[in-house]
């Protein structure tokens, strides 16, 4: 019987013969908190007795959640890990750099790796072929110690993705469908694996919005194939060294098989307060908001912000909307300046946020008042996630977001394409 | 593990409580502070909880209980409200085992048998759960053995300060 990638990726890092079901100690390549979780990891670790991490080149340690400080408690914590990082030799990415799981999919994640980060989204390396899952900070502080971890070999969902997308519908109209369709807890435990000819089709910047989002169905990685696309983002990385072929075995055994043809997609939202709330873009015309959000690990890379640059161009936002944009790192913030994007939301009437979570989980830059609604490319619309439990989140496509930000209410983004 | 025979009394919350619920995102700045933390702990689902809870008690949900962040803060919180013993349907992946790296034993059972304000006394070595309000009783399901281990020993950290590494 063959393997699917989870089991694949675990045998090959355990030494064990690892199958759906088995526990099984497996190093750890790369470890790593952010701003909000590392206090307490770090302080885990020390509590744990240890001097140093087995391989701090390995750990990281990412400014990003609350960058730059919005309090004076949040600046200490900063203050705490600067010294940590320079006392250990951990790698430390600064206020400004990016949210962290975009900066290792850019200089980290590669196929085969194994991955954790004390935070949730870290399963977004696994659109390079990582095993790439988030734990809380103990779990974290030890593999960061010991180089190592005990995993549960999860079982396997099989996406096949066919068809091709119509025009102003992509990736995040995909995961939400999903989502919706299996439930925020209908992966609880499980690995999903996304393959056929649409995921083939699909850029880096693509699947990491899919690979993200699996958590959002309780997955506990969502896991691509390597593949020519996978080489060549590698490459343009200066990381093409590190690339190896990683595919599933054809007789691999999966607990299910999900077929999706996108061939008939329409733009999705997921609605207040939960992801797998979703309905069509369509079906909530007429919904008003005072906010746009276009950021965050799941959707703030150059061809999010292309996206929206290309709704918005040569027009002006509605005056009833604060349009926030945020671009996942500094590297995609100078890549947009360099394409003319920011030139053109900033004339639409975006502000700018720094490179970082920004408004995504409610500290600053974009709290909503009592009553208010965000439209938000971001994963989770949780009620108090953006800082207020009094307001209202929905969860859409780049392209959704900004044809909403142009008229003030949910707007369907093929009305304006 | 410090006790095997619970008694407490229920705090019910429905499905899907979040991360955010149990702590919400706008109080990071107090992560490094968990005695104020601790203070807001379950205040979205219920404003009351942190008055009404005992030493002791239980925290019971529904379905998915702990989804969303990775913020081991939230079983943390939990925990320094008294509460000995979390009960649900299921459980996300991570905040069960936050919750057990914490020391916090997690049952996953019917909790739909179990109401608001009952009294529970459960048996965490035989996996037992008797509601002696209404006198249902139900089993929980089985945790891999390495969890065990973890939770015997207080939690994740204290474990590996005894044995100096982690073997299964
Ligand atoms: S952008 Fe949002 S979801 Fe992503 S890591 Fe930051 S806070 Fe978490």
Known sequence: MGKTLAEKLLSAKSGAGARAGDIVISKVDFAFVQDTTGPLTLRQFREGGFPKPSSPKTCAIFMDHAAPSPNREQANDHLFLRKFAEETGCQLFEVGQGVCHQIVAEQFACPGDVIIGADSHTVTGGALGAFATGMGSSDVAIAMALGKNWFRVPETFSINVTGRFPKAVGVKDLILYLIGKIGADGANYKALEFTGPAVDRMTVSQRLTIANMAVEAGAKVGLFPSDEVTRAYLEAQGRGAKYQLLQPDTDAAYEKVIEINVDRLVPMVAKPHTVDNTATAAELKGTRIQQVFIGTCTNGRLEDLAMAARILKGKQKHHGVRLLIAPASHAVLEAALRAGYIRTLIRAGAIILPAGCAACLGVHQGVLGDGEACLSTANRNFKGRMGNPDSFIYLASPATAAASALTGEITDPREVL | ?168
């Open chain 2, 1 to 168: 593990m410090a006790r095997t025979i619970l008694k407490g009394k229920v705090h019910k919350f429905g499905d899907d409580i979040s991360t955010d619920l149990i702590i919400p995102g706008r109080y990071a700045r107090l992560r490094s502070n968990p005695p104020e933390l601790a203070k807001h702990v379950l205040e979205d689902a219920d404003p009351n909880f942190v008055n009404k809870v005992k030493p002791g008690d239980f925290v019971v949900g529904g379905s998915n209980f702990g989804q969303g962040s990775s913020r081991e803060h939230a079983p943390l919180v939990i925990k320094m409200s008294g509460v000995s013993a979390i009960l649900a349907k299921s459980v996300a992946r991570i905040f069960f085992r936050n919750a057990i790296n914490q020391g916090v034993p997690v049952l996953i059972c019917d909790t739909g048998k179990i109401n608001d304000g009952d009294e529970l006394e459960i048996d965490l070595l035989a996996g037992t759960i008797k509601d002696l309000t209404n006198g249902a009783v139900l089993t929980s399901g089985k945790m891999p053995q390495v969890m065990v281990n973890i939770l015997n020993e207080g939690g994740l950290i204290p474990y590996i300060k005894k044995h100096g590494d982690l073997k299964l």
